[in-house]
């Protein structure tokens, strides 16, 4: 699955992400809240209670940006380990940790500057930054415990390798984890979203982030994006099981869900 590209259109896909990702990375977080009214931080901490974050967790959040997710998943796993002392009265034997992977350089920059705000135990000691292609990841096979990916691979040009690369860096019993935009299944409210978006939010775009074209591109990638019993056959056919996925706000957003057994 490849939205119908060839492989030069694939490249030239992958040159206009990185382009709109990099406009964008300062202004990011601010334009996060701004156009989805706060929503994106519920959405984000249902997600990450999907993933199930435990004591001594190795995570993967793949298109990770400025760290949203990733940071939500690693304060889990402090809180989860915090839990193991109490009922243990000793560590866990390990501790966990989260790697943030972007193929965007600039995104992860902006994450980076947010670690010393957070009021997390040893933030900056579990957490590492790897800027790669979530189509060629640069991990051994079945390392991590889990994997997240938060509205991006609707942004890879290339979805089974990244679903392909996905099943290889989880450990068997690894739980993958998707968040992204999908097909809003209310008539009244995929009018009113429609217009918004198509409408709105390059506008917004161009006022707030002198850049509108970025967010219409951002706009058209989810128009053209699997719906959601399509996105769990993909996920299906590249090795996961259990594939599963709900529904946020009627569909305006989904999470995707499988397991590599
Ligand atoms: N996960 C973050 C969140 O939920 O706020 C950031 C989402 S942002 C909409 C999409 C991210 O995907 C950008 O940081 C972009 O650089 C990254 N991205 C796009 N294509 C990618 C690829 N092929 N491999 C890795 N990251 C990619």
Known sequence: VNFGYSKVERAQHKGLVKDVFEKVAPKYDAMNDFMSFFLHRAWKDRF?????????????D???????????VLREIRRAEEDHVVEHNAEPPSKGSVCICDINGAMLEEGKKKVETLDIPDAAQGLSWVESDAESLPFEDSTFDTYTISFGIRNVSNIDKCLREAHRVLKRGGHFCCLEFSQVNNEVLRQIYDLYSMNVIPYIGAAYAGDANSYQYLVESIRKFPEQDHFAEIIAANGFKSVRYENLLDGVVAIHSGFKL
Do not use: C, E, I
């Not at 990450?48 to 993967?60: C, E, K």
């Not at 793949?62 to 939500?72: N, W």
């Open 48 to 60: 990450v209670s999907t993933v199930h974050p435990f004591a001594g967790q190795r995570h993967l």
């Open 62 to 72: 793949v298109a990770g940006g400025t760290g949203d997710v990733g940071f939500r």
